[in-house]
């Protein structure tokens, strides 16, 4: 397992994005609107997803502000194989919250898992999830 991506939500994605990629010398690796969910995913990172850790910048259309014990949203875990990952986790006593399958509005496969203080732990099937190098090797191939 490796830590894929720390997810902040965000009142104003515009400033955000200025703050981590001006500020903090950032790059915005992926936006992608979900009309469906009102909502808007902005990755950004020092590095390709494929080998760094990186902030998912998530907008709720219309929520210009959150609490700051809101604003926290989950830490994320590649995993190879999620369904085998999920056993275990239920096998040694963990809390699987929400079972594999596709995201809403999306095809990346993924789990909820919550800690014993409730924090939720994305896993990510490796492979499954979008990113800058992934996208070159596949125009590549084409």
């Known amino acids: 397992m490796r830590m894929l991506h720390t997810m902040l939500r965000v009142g104003n994605l515009e400033k955000s994005l200025k703050f981590y990629c001006d500020v903090l010398g950032m790059k915005l690796l992926r936006q992608k609107d979900y009309p469906g969910g009102k909502f808007t995913l902005a990755f950004v990172g ?7 850790t990186v902030i998912e910048l998530t907008y709720n259309w219309g929520v210009e502000e ?11 875990l590649g995993v190879d194989d999620i369904y085998g990952t999920c056993d275990k986790i239920k096998s040694l006593g963990g809390r699987v919250s929400r079972e594999p399958g596709p995201m809403k509005h999306g095809t990346t496969v993924i789990a909820f898992v919550e800690d014993p203080d409730g924090y939720k732990v994305e896993l990510i099937q490796l492979g499954t999830q979008g990113s800058t190098k992934q996208a070159e090797l596949a125009n590549q191939a084409t």
């Open 66 to 76: 959150y609490d700051l014990g809101s604003g926290y949203g989950h830490i994320a």
């Open 46 to 52: 020092y590095g390709d997803e494929a080998d760094h």
